[in-house]
């Protein structure tokens, strides 16, 4: 079960990953047939429930092309954590981690025994009971990757960085700007974020970790990847599909 994302950013290539609100394995199998590395199911901010992630997983695996799903969850609860890898996420991103303890909660929830305490249950990806390949991997090819997105967590950066397990960082810059008194937006160029980002950057680098951020256009992704992050998201799939049809209504207007 190598982890194809995992992979790619060893190797220091980007990662161009999807975001998916539209709770529907048809709109997941369009998505997945369009070039991403990599499509995260949103049950944090999108219209998704656990069945809903269940069918986008499944429009994924349809599409035949080894694409890598991922999901956020929508709050650093071991429930809801066990479930979605059982299910079959290759990378958890969890939002709102702001201190070491709940870093070290998040690594529990993701880890089989003896680094961390995730039940043994894999319902989708692996026989239930059975001691086999997934389970001899899980822990080396799960995604852990917490949201640095409050002034609280910029503060206890290095710290969470060096929580063991912990992959690597997945920057909300809506809220992170929100935290700092800024219009809660995508595609920051505030100086003061500007530096936040250049610090992240150089943390994880040294640590052997990497940095994900997620943005509003392609275009300014580019420069996030030409700063060094290793994982871009763009928009979300309702926000794409809402860009696509007004640029198509503009040109007929």
Not at 136 to 147: D, G, H, R, T
Request: aromatic share 8%; glycine share 12%; charged share 20%.
């Amino acid at each position: 079960m190598a982890n194809a994302v995992k992979d790619a950013i060893k190797a220091g290539k980007a990662v161009v990953n999807g975001w998916l609100a539209i709770p529907s394995g048809f709109s997941a199998e369009v998505m997945a047939q369009v070039g991403f590395d990599s499509l995260t199911v949103d049950l944090q901010h999108g219209v998704q429930d656990y069945l809903s992630m269940v069918a986008c997983f499944q429009g994924m695996a349809a599409a035949g092309n080894g694409i890598t799903p991922m999901v956020r969850v929508p709050w650093n609860e071991p429930g809801i954590i066990g479930k979605v890898l059982d299910a079959g996420a290759y990378g958890v991103i969890c939002p709102m981690v702001n201190t070491v303890e709940e870093a070290k909660a998040l690594v529990y929830s993701c880890r089989y025994p003896p680094e961390g305490g995730r039940s043994n249950g894999p319902i989708r990806v692996g026989m239930y009971g059975d001691g086999g390949p997934y389970q001899q991997s899980a822990n080396k090819e799960i995604l852990v990757i917490p949201m640095i997105e409050t002034r609280q967590a910029v503060a206890n950066l290095s710290a969470i960085l060096d929580v063991p397990g912990i992959d690597g960082i997945y920057v909300g810059p809506s809220d992170l700007g929100f935290s700092y008194g800024m219009v809660p937006k995508l595609d920051r160029d505030e100086p003061e974020i500007m530096a936040i980002y250049d610090t992240m950057l150089r943390e994880t680098k040294k640590r052997g970790q990497f940095a994900g951020i997620h943005n509003g256009t392609g275009a300014y992704a580019k420069k996030m990847v030409d700063l060094g992050f290793k994982l871009v998201t763009v928009a979300n799939d309702s926000g794409l599909m809402m860009m696509g049809a007004k640029a198509q209504i503009a040109a007929i207007r």
